[in-house]
Protein backbone atom coordinates (compact mmCIF):
# COMPACT_ATOMS: atom_id res chain seq x y z
CA UNK A 1 0.00 0.00 0.00
CA UNK A 2 2.41 2.78 1.25
CA UNK A 3 4.66 1.77 -1.40
CA UNK A 4 2.16 1.63 -3.70
CA UNK A 5 1.05 5.12 -3.26
CA UNK A 6 4.96 6.09 -2.78
CA UNK A 7 5.48 5.22 -6.25
CA UNK A 8 2.72 6.92 -7.70
CA UNK A 9 3.09 9.82 -6.19
CA UNK A 10 6.42 10.39 -5.49
CA UNK A 11 9.55 11.22 -8.04
CA UNK A 12 11.31 8.21 -7.84
CA UNK A 13 14.84 9.81 -7.63
CA UNK A 14 15.56 7.55 -5.05
CA UNK A 15 16.41 3.65 -5.13
CA UNK A 16 14.27 3.10 -2.31
CA UNK A 17 13.25 1.01 0.81
CA UNK A 18 9.73 0.41 1.52
CA UNK A 19 10.33 -0.53 5.33
CA UNK A 20 7.97 1.71 7.17
CA UNK A 21 9.84 2.92 9.77
CA UNK A 22 7.51 5.01 12.65
CA UNK A 23 9.88 5.52 15.75
CA UNK A 24 13.66 5.35 17.20
CA UNK A 25 15.34 6.19 20.17
CA UNK A 26 18.82 6.55 20.60
CA UNK A 27 20.42 4.98 17.22
CA UNK A 28 17.56 1.55 17.33
CA UNK A 29 14.61 2.23 15.07
CA UNK A 30 11.27 0.26 14.81
CA UNK A 31 9.74 -0.26 11.88
CA UNK A 32 5.50 -1.09 11.85
CA UNK A 33 5.94 -4.65 12.63
CA UNK A 34 8.15 -3.24 15.43
CA UNK A 35 11.01 -4.78 14.58
CA UNK A 36 14.49 -3.13 15.54
CA UNK A 37 16.90 -1.50 13.51
CA UNK A 38 20.52 -0.43 15.14
CA UNK A 39 20.51 2.99 13.15
CA UNK A 40 24.44 3.36 11.61
CA UNK A 41 23.70 5.86 9.14
CA UNK A 42 21.73 8.88 11.30
CA UNK A 43 20.04 9.35 7.69
CA UNK A 44 23.21 10.20 6.00
CA UNK A 45 24.91 11.88 9.22
CA UNK A 46 21.94 14.11 10.11
CA UNK A 47 20.60 12.96 13.24
CA UNK A 48 23.66 13.78 15.48
CA UNK A 49 21.75 13.04 18.74
CA UNK A 50 20.10 10.18 18.02
CA UNK A 51 16.23 9.40 17.06
CA UNK A 52 13.66 11.05 19.64
CA UNK A 53 16.31 12.91 22.36
CA UNK A 54 14.25 14.06 25.28
CA UNK A 55 15.59 17.58 25.15
CA UNK A 56 15.12 17.81 21.16
CA UNK A 57 11.58 16.70 21.88
CA UNK A 58 11.58 19.41 24.69
CA UNK A 59 12.98 22.21 22.54
CA UNK A 60 10.81 21.39 19.82
CA UNK A 61 7.70 21.20 21.10
CA UNK A 62 8.35 24.30 23.38
CA UNK A 63 9.49 26.40 20.50
CA UNK A 64 6.36 25.10 18.62
CA UNK A 65 4.00 26.54 21.58
CA UNK A 66 5.54 29.59 20.80
CA UNK A 67 6.62 31.20 17.34
CA UNK A 68 8.10 28.45 14.58
CA UNK A 69 8.97 31.55 11.96
CA UNK A 70 9.50 35.39 11.61
CA UNK A 71 10.95 36.44 8.57
CA UNK A 72 14.47 37.70 8.23
CA UNK A 73 13.66 41.10 8.20
CA UNK A 74 13.50 41.13 11.82
CA UNK A 75 16.06 39.71 14.66
CA UNK A 76 15.45 36.36 15.49
CA UNK A 77 17.37 35.39 19.03
CA UNK A 78 18.19 32.07 18.48
CA UNK A 79 20.18 32.63 15.69
CA UNK A 80 21.91 35.37 16.67
CA UNK A 81 22.75 33.11 19.54
CA UNK A 82 23.54 30.18 17.00
CA UNK A 83 25.67 32.48 15.33
CA UNK A 84 27.50 33.54 18.67
CA UNK A 85 28.03 29.73 19.27
CA UNK A 86 29.59 28.44 16.00
CA UNK A 87 31.83 31.33 16.32
CA UNK A 88 32.75 30.24 20.13
CA UNK A 89 32.73 26.49 19.26
CA UNK A 90 35.34 27.56 16.09
CA UNK A 91 37.30 29.60 18.52
CA UNK A 92 37.69 32.82 15.68
CA UNK A 93 35.83 35.67 15.30
CA UNK A 94 33.15 34.53 12.15
CA UNK A 95 29.78 35.25 11.12
CA UNK A 96 27.29 33.01 9.61
CA UNK A 97 24.74 32.98 7.23
CA UNK A 98 21.98 30.60 7.76
CA UNK A 99 20.59 28.31 4.61
CA UNK A 100 18.41 25.20 5.06
CA UNK A 101 21.12 22.63 3.68
CA UNK A 102 24.49 21.56 2.78
CA UNK A 103 23.46 22.35 -1.20
CA UNK A 104 22.25 25.91 -0.30
CA UNK A 105 25.46 26.74 2.19
CA UNK A 106 28.06 25.86 -0.62
CA UNK A 107 25.79 27.94 -3.09
CA UNK A 108 26.13 31.07 -0.65
CA UNK A 109 29.96 30.11 -0.10
CA UNK A 110 30.53 30.44 -3.76
CA UNK A 111 28.73 33.53 -3.71
CA UNK A 112 31.35 34.79 -1.15
CA UNK A 113 33.56 34.01 -3.45
CA UNK A 114 32.60 34.98 -6.71
CA UNK A 115 31.96 38.66 -5.36
CA UNK A 116 35.48 38.68 -3.25
CA UNK A 117 36.74 37.91 -6.64
CA UNK A 118 35.32 41.31 -7.95
CA UNK A 119 36.24 42.84 -4.82
CA UNK A 120 39.80 42.27 -5.22
CA UNK A 121 39.35 43.23 -8.89
CA UNK A 122 38.07 46.95 -8.67
CA UNK A 123 41.17 47.14 -5.77
CA UNK A 124 43.90 45.56 -7.78
CA UNK A 125 42.61 46.96 -11.47
CA UNK A 126 43.07 43.75 -12.60
CA UNK A 127 40.15 41.38 -14.48
CA UNK A 128 37.73 40.11 -12.02
CA UNK A 129 38.65 36.39 -10.36
CA UNK A 130 35.81 33.65 -10.36
CA UNK A 131 37.35 30.60 -10.95
CA UNK A 132 36.49 27.90 -8.37
CA UNK A 133 38.55 24.57 -7.92
CA UNK A 134 37.65 21.28 -6.46
CA UNK A 135 38.37 17.93 -6.07
CA UNK A 136 37.78 14.88 -8.35
CA UNK A 137 35.56 12.63 -5.96
CA UNK A 138 34.13 15.46 -4.27
CA UNK A 139 30.28 16.05 -3.51
CA UNK A 140 28.95 19.45 -3.25
CA UNK A 141 25.14 19.18 -3.68
CA UNK A 142 22.62 19.25 -6.04
CA UNK A 143 21.27 22.56 -7.13
CA UNK A 144 23.48 23.50 -10.67
CA UNK A 145 26.22 25.23 -9.02
CA UNK A 146 27.00 23.04 -6.11
CA UNK A 147 26.41 20.06 -9.01
CA UNK A 148 29.22 21.40 -10.77
CA UNK A 149 31.34 22.19 -8.39
CA UNK A 150 31.20 18.57 -7.33
CA UNK A 151 34.15 16.67 -9.52
CA UNK A 152 31.70 13.10 -10.12
CA UNK A 153 31.52 14.30 -14.40
CA UNK A 154 28.74 10.94 -13.98
CA UNK A 155 26.53 13.19 -11.72
CA UNK A 156 26.71 16.47 -14.52
CA UNK A 157 24.98 14.16 -17.11
CA UNK A 158 21.45 16.07 -18.95
CA UNK A 159 21.68 19.52 -16.45
CA UNK A 160 23.61 21.38 -18.67
CA UNK A 161 24.69 23.98 -19.46
CA UNK A 162 26.39 24.63 -16.00
CA UNK A 163 27.43 28.12 -14.76
CA UNK A 164 31.65 28.95 -15.56
CA UNK A 165 34.60 28.64 -13.68
CA UNK A 166 34.88 25.69 -11.96
CA UNK A 167 37.63 22.71 -12.47
CA UNK A 168 38.78 20.12 -11.49
CA UNK A 169 42.27 18.79 -9.66
CA UNK A 170 43.20 14.61 -9.20
CA UNK A 171 44.05 15.31 -5.89
CA UNK A 172 45.58 18.01 -3.71
CA UNK A 173 48.78 17.67 -5.18
CA UNK A 174 47.22 18.95 -8.43
CA UNK A 175 45.83 21.52 -6.86
CA UNK A 176 48.22 23.81 -7.88
CA UNK A 177 48.55 23.35 -11.45
CA UNK A 178 44.92 24.41 -11.94
CA UNK A 179 45.56 27.69 -10.81
CA UNK A 180 45.58 30.33 -13.06
CA UNK A 181 44.94 34.00 -13.22
CA UNK A 182 41.54 34.17 -12.85
CA UNK A 183 41.00 31.31 -10.01
CA UNK A 184 39.25 33.11 -7.18
CA UNK A 185 39.27 29.99 -5.01
CA UNK A 186 39.87 26.16 -3.82
CA UNK A 187 36.58 24.26 -2.06
CA UNK A 188 37.21 20.57 -0.25
CA UNK A 189 35.99 18.44 2.10
CA UNK A 190 38.97 17.31 4.50
CA UNK A 191 37.28 13.37 4.81
CA UNK A 192 35.41 12.73 1.62
CA UNK A 193 32.18 11.69 2.47
CA UNK A 194 30.20 10.23 -0.43
CA UNK A 195 33.39 10.33 -2.30
CA UNK A 196 34.17 7.16 -0.11
CA UNK A 197 35.31 8.63 3.19
CA UNK A 198 38.33 9.49 2.31
CA UNK A 199 40.54 11.82 4.84
CA UNK A 200 42.81 13.96 3.00
CA UNK A 201 46.65 14.15 4.40
CA UNK A 202 47.22 16.59 7.31
CA UNK A 203 50.69 18.07 5.78
CA UNK A 204 49.32 18.13 2.83
CA UNK A 205 46.15 20.01 3.60
CA UNK A 206 48.21 21.98 5.94
CA UNK A 207 50.94 23.05 2.56
CA UNK A 208 47.59 23.69 0.23
CA UNK A 209 46.30 26.25 3.13
CA UNK A 210 49.80 28.35 2.94
CA UNK A 211 50.20 27.96 -0.59
CA UNK A 212 46.77 29.82 -1.15
CA UNK A 213 47.29 31.83 1.60
CA UNK A 214 50.28 33.20 0.07
CA UNK A 215 48.81 33.47 -3.42
CA UNK A 216 45.45 35.50 -2.28
CA UNK A 217 43.36 32.38 -3.01
CA UNK A 218 40.60 31.44 -0.57
CA UNK A 219 40.11 28.09 1.49
CA UNK A 220 36.46 26.64 1.16
CA UNK A 221 35.87 23.93 3.20
CA UNK A 222 33.04 21.88 2.86
CA UNK A 223 32.24 20.56 6.49
CA UNK A 224 28.17 19.57 5.93
CA UNK A 225 29.46 15.73 6.37
CA UNK A 226 32.17 16.60 8.92
CA UNK A 227 31.08 19.55 11.00
CA UNK A 228 29.65 19.42 13.87
CA UNK A 229 31.51 17.20 15.64
CA UNK A 230 31.55 14.13 13.01
CA UNK A 231 35.39 13.76 13.01
CA UNK A 232 35.80 13.93 16.81
CA UNK A 233 36.41 17.95 16.56
CA UNK A 234 34.42 20.39 16.32
CA UNK A 235 34.97 21.29 12.55
CA UNK A 236 37.37 18.79 10.86
CA UNK A 237 39.41 21.94 10.16
CA UNK A 238 40.45 22.48 13.80
CA UNK A 239 41.36 18.91 13.71
CA UNK A 240 43.54 20.13 11.08
CA UNK A 241 45.09 23.30 12.04
CA UNK A 242 43.67 24.86 8.93
CA UNK A 243 41.84 28.34 9.16
CA UNK A 244 39.74 28.46 6.31
CA UNK A 245 37.94 31.73 4.47
CA UNK A 246 34.76 29.93 4.57
CA UNK A 247 33.27 27.00 6.20
CA UNK A 248 30.04 25.46 4.81
CA UNK A 249 28.22 23.16 7.75
CA UNK A 250 24.53 21.21 7.43
CA UNK A 251 23.74 17.58 8.42
CA UNK A 252 24.59 17.31 11.41
CA UNK A 253 23.80 20.82 13.05
CA UNK A 254 20.24 20.01 13.09
CA UNK A 255 19.85 16.75 14.69
CA UNK A 256 16.80 16.34 12.15
CA UNK A 257 15.39 19.27 11.45
CA UNK A 258 16.83 21.13 8.24
CA UNK A 259 19.48 23.52 8.33
CA UNK A 260 22.50 24.78 6.50
CA UNK A 261 25.17 27.67 7.56
CA UNK A 262 28.12 29.50 6.30
CA UNK A 263 30.92 30.30 8.72
CA UNK A 264 33.48 33.13 7.61
CA UNK A 265 35.82 36.16 9.04
CA UNK A 266 35.22 37.50 5.52
CA UNK A 267 33.35 40.60 5.37
CA UNK A 268 31.97 40.25 1.94
CA UNK A 269 28.18 39.67 1.13
CA UNK A 270 26.37 43.11 2.30
CA UNK A 271 22.18 44.10 2.43
CA UNK A 272 20.43 42.36 -0.14
CA UNK A 273 23.07 39.89 -1.58
CA UNK A 274 21.73 37.18 0.09
CA UNK A 275 19.07 35.59 1.24
CA UNK A 276 16.64 32.58 2.15
CA UNK A 277 13.33 32.67 3.31
CA UNK A 278 13.43 30.19 5.71
CA UNK A 279 17.09 30.12 6.42
CA UNK A 280 17.63 30.02 10.58
CA UNK A 281 14.00 30.45 11.60
CA UNK A 282 13.06 29.91 15.11
CA UNK A 283 12.30 26.24 15.00
CA UNK A 284 16.04 25.42 13.34
CA UNK A 285 17.76 27.56 15.28
CA UNK A 286 16.65 26.75 18.51
CA UNK A 287 17.41 23.33 17.65
CA UNK A 288 20.53 23.60 16.38
CA UNK A 289 21.39 25.08 20.40
CA UNK A 290 19.88 22.17 21.55
CA UNK A 291 22.34 19.81 19.58
CA UNK A 292 25.21 22.00 20.45
CA UNK A 293 24.11 21.75 24.09
CA UNK A 294 23.83 18.16 24.25
CA UNK A 295 27.19 17.43 22.20
CA UNK A 296 29.36 19.75 24.01
CA UNK A 297 28.84 17.84 27.37
CA UNK A 298 29.28 14.54 25.36
CA UNK A 299 32.25 16.59 24.03
CA UNK A 300 33.41 17.75 27.97
CA UNK A 301 32.82 14.56 29.45
CA UNK A 302 35.37 12.40 27.12
CA UNK A 303 32.01 10.06 26.02
CA UNK A 304 32.20 11.23 22.30
CA UNK A 305 36.04 10.44 22.16
CA UNK A 306 34.95 7.32 23.72
CA UNK A 307 32.44 6.14 21.72
CA UNK A 308 33.89 7.12 18.51
CA UNK A 309 37.32 4.83 20.15
CA UNK A 310 34.85 1.90 21.03
CA UNK A 311 33.09 1.74 17.29
CA UNK A 312 36.66 2.14 15.53
CA UNK A 313 37.50 -0.85 17.51
CA UNK A 314 34.50 -3.18 16.74
CA UNK A 315 34.81 -2.37 13.28
CA UNK A 316 38.41 -3.10 13.18
CA UNK A 317 37.50 -6.44 14.25
CA UNK A 318 34.81 -7.05 11.43
CA UNK A 319 37.33 -5.38 8.95
CA UNK A 320 40.34 -7.96 10.53
CA UNK A 321 37.98 -11.09 10.80
CA UNK A 322 36.58 -10.78 6.53
CA UNK A 323 39.48 -9.86 5.25
CA UNK A 324 38.38 -11.70 2.19
CA UNK A 325 35.84 -9.29 1.57
CA UNK A 326 37.06 -5.64 2.64
CA UNK A 327 40.25 -3.77 1.46
CA UNK A 328 40.60 -1.06 3.72
CA UNK A 329 39.39 0.37 6.96
CA UNK A 330 39.15 3.91 6.38
CA UNK A 331 38.00 7.12 8.42
CA UNK A 332 38.43 9.27 11.50
CA UNK A 333 35.54 10.01 14.54
CA UNK A 334 32.37 8.51 13.71
CA UNK A 335 32.99 8.95 9.35
CA UNK A 336 33.82 5.51 8.88
CA UNK A 337 34.08 2.88 6.49
CA UNK A 338 35.24 -0.71 5.00
CA UNK A 339 36.64 -0.65 1.44
CA UNK A 340 34.64 -3.91 -0.23
CA UNK A 341 36.55 -6.04 -2.47
CA UNK A 342 34.12 -5.13 -5.85
CA UNK A 343 30.59 -3.10 -5.97
CA UNK A 344 28.47 -6.53 -6.12
CA UNK A 345 29.41 -7.42 -3.18
CA UNK A 346 28.70 -4.10 -1.55
CA UNK A 347 25.47 -4.19 -3.09
CA UNK A 348 24.54 -7.40 -1.12
CA UNK A 349 25.62 -6.42 2.13
CA UNK A 350 23.55 -3.57 2.70
CA UNK A 351 20.18 -5.35 2.21
CA UNK A 352 21.66 -8.48 3.96
CA UNK A 353 22.22 -5.86 6.68
CA UNK A 354 19.12 -4.55 7.00
CA UNK A 355 17.38 -7.95 6.85
CA UNK A 356 19.08 -8.35 9.56
CA UNK A 357 18.08 -5.16 11.29
CA UNK A 358 21.53 -3.04 11.35
CA UNK A 359 21.42 0.01 8.58
CA UNK A 360 24.61 1.09 6.67
CA UNK A 361 25.20 3.66 3.97
CA UNK A 362 27.64 3.03 0.45
CA UNK A 363 29.69 5.51 -0.80
CA UNK A 364 31.91 5.79 -3.80
CA UNK A 365 35.05 3.93 -3.78
CA UNK A 366 33.16 0.54 -2.88
CA UNK A 367 33.02 1.86 0.38
CA UNK A 368 30.27 0.58 3.65
CA UNK A 369 29.93 3.37 5.51
CA UNK A 370 29.02 4.44 9.02
CA UNK A 371 27.78 7.40 9.96
CA UNK A 372 25.87 6.51 13.72
CA UNK A 373 24.64 9.21 16.13
CA UNK A 374 26.63 10.58 17.99
CA UNK A 375 25.31 9.68 21.07
CA UNK A 376 25.01 5.97 19.83
CA UNK A 377 25.58 3.56 23.22
CA UNK A 378 28.02 0.51 23.76
CA UNK A 379 25.07 -1.55 23.54
CA UNK A 380 23.83 -0.81 20.06
CA UNK A 381 27.46 -0.68 19.01
CA UNK A 382 27.88 -4.38 20.24
CA UNK A 383 24.35 -5.00 18.45
CA UNK A 384 24.75 -3.60 15.51
CA UNK A 385 28.43 -5.36 14.55
CA UNK A 386 26.56 -8.60 15.69
CA UNK A 387 23.96 -8.13 13.23
CA UNK A 388 26.40 -7.05 10.88
CA UNK A 389 28.84 -9.95 11.09
CA UNK A 390 25.18 -12.04 11.29
CA UNK A 391 24.59 -10.76 7.99
CA UNK A 392 27.79 -11.34 6.46
CA UNK A 393 27.86 -14.59 7.39
CA UNK A 394 24.66 -15.15 5.63
CA UNK A 395 25.78 -13.76 1.87
C1 LIG B 1 25.37 15.91 1.92
C2 LIG B 1 26.43 16.83 1.45
C3 LIG B 1 26.13 17.98 0.70
C4 LIG B 1 24.73 18.30 0.25
O1 LIG B 1 23.88 18.56 1.32
P1 LIG B 1 22.29 18.68 1.06
O2 LIG B 1 21.76 19.06 2.41
O3 LIG B 1 21.84 17.34 0.58
O4 LIG B 1 22.09 19.72 0.06
C5 LIG B 1 27.17 18.83 0.35
N1 LIG B 1 28.43 18.56 0.71
C6 LIG B 1 28.77 17.47 1.42
C7 LIG B 1 30.19 17.24 1.81
C8 LIG B 1 27.78 16.55 1.80
O5 LIG B 1 28.11 15.45 2.47
Redesign the pocket.
Known sequence: MLEQTDKNYIIQTYARNYTNFTHGSNATLFDDQEKSYIDFTSG?GVVSVGHAHPEMVKTISEQAAKILHISNLYVIEPQAKLGEALSLHYGKPVKTFFAN????A?EGAIKIARKYGEMQGQVNGLPKKYKIITLAHS????TIS?LKATGQPSMHNYFGPFPDGFTYADNIESVEEQIDDHTVAVMI?LVQ??GGVEALNKAKVQALATMLKNRGILLIV?E??TGVYRSGAFTASQAYGIEPDVITL??GLGGGVPI?AIMTPLDVLKTGDHGSTFGGNYLVTQTGLTVLDILDKEQKSGALKERAAYFQEKMQTLFEAHKDLFTASVGVGLIRGLRVKDAETLAKIIPAAHEKGVLVLKAGRNTLRFLPPLTITKEEVDLGFARLEDAIRSL
Open positions: ISGAENFHGRAEGEDVQAKG
